[in-house]
């Protein structure tokens, strides 16, 4: 599914468009289209932990959200061997509008219970 950038991905703020493609039921690859050799994975952060952020208005208004918009929620991973040892973003995560196909990076700000590279084990149930 292609989808139109609405606000500047951090660090990569000449990506336009980009196409989201599952992996499995946790994981995506989003790649850019304007920029063939630039692609990230992606997790769900619900399949981890509870994960709660206000979108700002300015987003919404970008992503054309209304009470009913079918949207997904997705962090950037980087991933290690093994992948329990991948670390996740969670101060930054992608907002995609499935009913628009426009997607935007909310940055969260002032949250101690988010941060920039928590890794997956520590979210795994230990026996």
Same mark, same amino acid.
């Given at each position: 599914m292609?989808? $139109?950038?609405?606000?500047?991905?951090? /660090?990569?703020?000449?990506?336009?468009?980009?196409?989201l493609?599952?992996? @499995?039921d &946790?994981?995506?690859n989003?790649?850019?289209?304007?920029?063939e050799?630039?692609?990230?994975t992606?997790?769900?952060p619900?399949?981890?932990?509870?994960?709660d952020f206000e979108?700002p208005?300015?987003i919404? $208004?970008?992503?054309?959200?209304?009470d /009913?918009?079918?949207?997904?929620?997705?962090?950037?991973?980087?991933?290690q @061997?093994? &992948?329990?040892?991948?670390y996740v973003?969670f101060?930054?995560?992608l907002?995609?509008?499935?009913d628009?196909?426009?997607?935007a990076q909310?940055?969260?700000?002032?949250?101690?219970?988010?941060?920039?590279?928590?890794?997956?084990?520590d979210?795994?149930?230990k026996?």
């Open positions: 292609k989808f $139109t950038v609405v606000a500047p991905l951090l /660090g990569f703020e000449d990506i336009k468009e980009v196409e493609e599952k992996i @499995d &946790i994981f995506m989003m790649k850019a289209l304007d920029a050799h630039i692609s990230f992606l997790i769900n619900y399949a981890l932990r509870k994960y979108v208005q300015n919404k $208004t970008a992503l054309e959200i209304t /009913g918009s079918n949207l997904l929620v997705f962090n950037t991973i980087i991933i @061997d093994p &992948i329990e040892n991948s973003n101060i930054a995560p907002v995609f509008n499935t628009t196909n426009k997607v909310v940055l969260i700000q002032e949250n101690p219970d988010y941060g920039v590279a928590e890794q997956i084990c979210y795994l149930k026996d």
